[in-house]
């Protein structure tokens, strides 16, 4: 590893191509750093201050489309998250406060149609939660505080037909 000042950096996969690609300063990765696959695409884009992951992130498919892309500051994830399937699809959405998710995510199947939402507080489950079929029909939702169920839940069947409900304490 390079130990003076500041050095280039490429290490390469066992075809020759690049696998990844930056720079080092003083002993630390610096500024922007890329990641390849074995066919020489694309995988990664990242930012370092002096070996912290800081700044905009993003991964990405093996067809080009983004697969994960949000923000670091001092080592953390931090703001607006956003995951996508392969067909550009969007998987999930949230914030990140200090590297633990905050206020309201949504999740959806890969169809696009929507899987679930809520909220979060310092990576917990707290609030309200819903749960969706595939067909959208509602499957359940309830309240949460402190990451457990906390209050009245209901199921549903597929048809919308109530399954049951009850109420947890926590």
């Known amino acids: 590893f390079p130990s003076h000042d500041t050095a280039p950096w490429i290490q390469y996969h066992l075809n020759g191509m690049p696998m990844e690609q930056g720079n080092y300063l003083l002993d630390s990765m610096h500024g922007e750093w890329k990641t390849y696959d074995a066919n020489g695409k694309l995988s990664g884009l990242f930012n370092y201050n002096q070996g912290i992951e800081t700044g905009f992130w993003q991964w990405f498919h093996t067809n080009g ?7 670091f500051s001092n080592n953390l994830q931090d703001s607006l998250w956003i995951a996508k399937y392969s067909d550009n699809v969007e998987h999930y959405r949230g ?13 959806n199947y890969e169809s696009g149609g929507k899987w679930k939402q809520g909220n979060f507080n310092q990576d917990q489950k707290d609030g309200d939660w819903s749960y969706f079929y595939e067909s959208g029909m509602l499957e359940h939702k309830g309240q949460f505080w402190e990451g457990r169920e906390h209050g009245y ?18």
């Open 65 to 71: 489309f983004v697969e994960l892309q949000g923000y």
């Open 153 to 170: 839940f209901e199921s549903f069947y597929p048809n919308g037909l109530l399954k049951d409900a009850g109420r947890f304490r926590y």
């Open 95 to 107: 914030n990140y406060a200090q590297g633990k998710r905050i206020g309201p995510w949504i999740y």
